[in-house]
T-cell receptor, first 110, second 115 residues
């Protein structure tokens, strides 16, 4: 398995704050990067995708990619209690195989 | 609506028996499907890549004779856990992608408990 590393957390932020999630990966030829949210006992659901260096914003979510540093992050602005979940970073190789990090558990405190 | 349908959503079986899990791509034909396993509080671990019309490709450490994968059509892949043991109890999830390097759509997952 290719290595994808995340801070396991748990990460706790107050409601309305910014949550910052980080991910590093080892395979330099990785093509695509995704952030998924997973609630306990459920399948992952896509939050963001990012393919090129820089920032990508979608509502309260911003993904950042730096291929030179092999680093991808997710910022959640105005965090809500409903954002409480495990966030999985996924890195895709040229064979379209997804490799996931261990996940970061986020708790947003009302 | 759902793009991928996985069945059953949960199953309890006795040790030594076999269990088959189905994964169906509902919206598009999928020449490739992926099978993952997730133990409690751990991430999804890729088990194998299911290839339509050919043998599956297994990740290192995954026993191909224990986890039988059949991808007989462009919309259906099955994973059979043979001679299941309690340590095989886990959450099994399949996924498909429309084209390379795009979003993966996940099935609902199957919670397998071996007693």
């Amino acid at each position: 398995q290719k290595e994808v590393e995340q801070n396991s957390g748990p990460l706790s932020v107050p409601e309305g704050a910014i949550a910052s999630l980080n991910c590093t990966y080892s395979d330099r030829v990785s093509q695509s990067f995704f952030w998924y949210r997973q609630y306990s006992g459920k399948s992952p659901e896509l939050i963001m995708s990012i393919y090129s260096n820089g920032d990508k914003e979608d509502g309260r979510f911003t993904a950042q990619l730096n291929k030179a540093s092999q680093y991808v992050s997710l910022l959640i602005r105005d965090s809500q209690p409903s954002d409480s979940a495990t966030y999985l970073c996924a890195v895709v190789n040229t064979g379209n195989q997804f490799y996931f990090g261990t996940g970061t558990s986020l708790t947003v405190i009302p | 609506g759902a793009v991928v349908s996985q069945h059953p959503s949960w199953v309890i079986c006795k040790s030594g028996t076999s269990v088959k899990i189905e994964c169906r791509s509902l919206d598009f034909q999928a020449t490739t499907m992926f099978w993952y396993r997730q133990f409690p509080k751990q991430s999804l671990m890729l088990m194998a890549t299911s290839n339509e019309g050919s043998k599956a490709t297994y990740e290192q450490g995954v026993e191909k004779d224990k986890f039988l994968i059949n991808h007989a059509s462009l919309t259906l892949s099955t994973l059979t856990v043979t001679s299941a043991h309690p340590e095989d109890s886990s959450f099994y999830i399949c996924s498909v992608s429309r084209v390379s390097n795009t979003e993966a759509f996940f099935g609902q997952g199957t919670r397998l408990t071996v007693v």
